[in-house]
Nanobody
Framework: QVQLVESGGGLVQAGGSLRLSCSVSRRTISGYAMGWFRQAPGKAREFVATIISSGTVADYADSVKGRFTISRDNARNTVYLQMNSLKPEDTAVYYC???????????????WGQGTQVTVSS
């Protein structure tokens, strides 16, 4: 069973930055597309970013395009989400996930982490 563990969340002021990490164990991530999703209180889990297995192509939700960057280090079995120019509406629990192919839909992902809280104060 693949295990994903997110880290790097926290409290930051609007306009600030955070870098989330997702460490994967028990299986190499090189064969998986990876994604980041988020879920705010009372809302459905939503797509944030995804990156293909080779790391050469990424896609983003319109709400984060130009502010967030997804990347991966297959040698370290780790995926990252660099978040800049954070806004209060970015407040959510952020989840990383692994999929056979890149997708914007939660149903496309086989494995999920437990999530890390990101809180952006105004």
């Amino acid at each position: 069973q693949v295990q994903l563990v997110e880290s790097g969340g926290g409290l930051v002021q609007a306009g600030g930055s955070l870098r989330l990490s997702c460490s994967v164990s028990r299986r190499t991530i090189s064969g998986y597309a990876m994604g980041w999703f988020r879920q705010a209180p009372g809302k459905a889990r939503e797509f944030v970013a995804t990156i293909i297995s080779s790391g050469t192509v990424a896609d983003y939700a319109d709400s984060v395009k130009g502010r967030f960057t997804i990347s991966r280090d297959n040698a370290r079995n780790t995926v990252y989400l660099q978040m800049n120019s954070l806004k209060p509406e970015d407040t959510a629990v952020y989840y990383c996930a692994a999929a056979p192919r890149s997708s914007k839909n939660t149903g496309g992902y086989l494995y999920w982490g437990q999530g890390t809280q990101v809180t952006v104060s105004s």
